[in-house]
């Protein structure tokens, strides 16, 4: 079936530019993930939906960052007046929490957003 | 706070030869991850722990999980050039408002050489 989509597969803006990243989560999957992925910092979380509850933010690295999710279903994540820093691979995820009474919670990745602010 | 540390960070085998990849937890976790990333590609799911003792096989990779010594391996048994790539252990927050978020390790990069 279909996996995980992202779009766009590359973004390159200059600083100070608003941009939205777009993620389509695996049907039936109640659970959905924005992870970042850069030299320096390696795989990052940041941020959790989960159904209906309030999202897990822990992981925005400032206000810059935000992230809806629209129907339960597809994602975006907003990064306002972009930095240099911001430059990495954005990764979407997504899970069903329970399979047959089993917590598996695996995790599927799609292809990831390259970002790049020039 | 979770912290998860690999090593080596970097592995060159030859073909034909085995060993192993180490990834650590600091705090209690119920459920271990690995992943594979080619060059330019994704994570690819590679193995679920979800128990102490765990061990699952695939090809000539196994991973298992220790969570008294919170300890999990990825061995590889008589290494072949598909399997060069980035492998990556991720460990999940035991409960609480963070349950879906996974921590991950540095990486592994595995070369290996003809």
């Known amino acids: 079936g279909a996996g995980v989509s992202q779009s766009p597969s590359n973004k390159v803006t200059e600083k100070g530019k608003d941009v939205e990243l777009r993620c389509d989560p695996i049907?039936?999957?109640?659970?959905l993930y924005w992870y970042r992925q850069s030299l320096g910092q390696g795989l990052e979380f940041l941020i959790y939906f989960q159904g209906n509850s309030a999202p897990d933010k822990s992981g925005l690295p400032s206000d810059r960052f935000s992230a809806e999710r629209t129907g339960g279903s597809v994602s975006t994540l907003t990064i306002q007046r972009t930095q240099q820093e911001d430059s990495a691979v954005y990764l979407c995820?997504?899970?069903?929490?329970?399979?047959?009474?089993?917590?598996?919670?695996?995790?599927?990745f799609g292809p990831g957003t390259r970002l790049t602010v020039l | 706070e979770l912290k998860v540390e690999q090593n080596p960070l970097f592995l060159s085998m030859q073909e034909g030869k085995n060993y192993t990849i180490y990834c650590n937890y600091s705090t209690t976790s119920d459920r271990l991850y690995w992943y594979r990333q080619d060059p330019g590609k994704s994570l690819e799911s590679l193995f679920v722990l979800l128990s102490n003792g765990a061990v699952k096989q695939e090809g000539r990779l196994m991973a298992s999980l220790d969570t008294k010594a919170r300890l999990s391996t990825l061995h590889i048994t008589a290494a072949v050039h598909d399997l060069s790539a980035t492998y990556f252990c991720?460990?999940?927050?035991?409960?609480?408002?963070?349950?879906?978020?996974?921590?991950f390790g540095q990486g592994t990069i595995l070369t290996v050489h003809p």
């Open positions: 991720a460990a999940a927050n035991a409960g609480g408002t963070s349950y879906g978020k996974l921590t």
């Open positions: 049907s039936g999957h109640t659970a």
């Open positions: 995820a997504s899970s069903r929490i329970r399979t047959s009474g089993v917590d598996y919670n695996e995790q599927f």
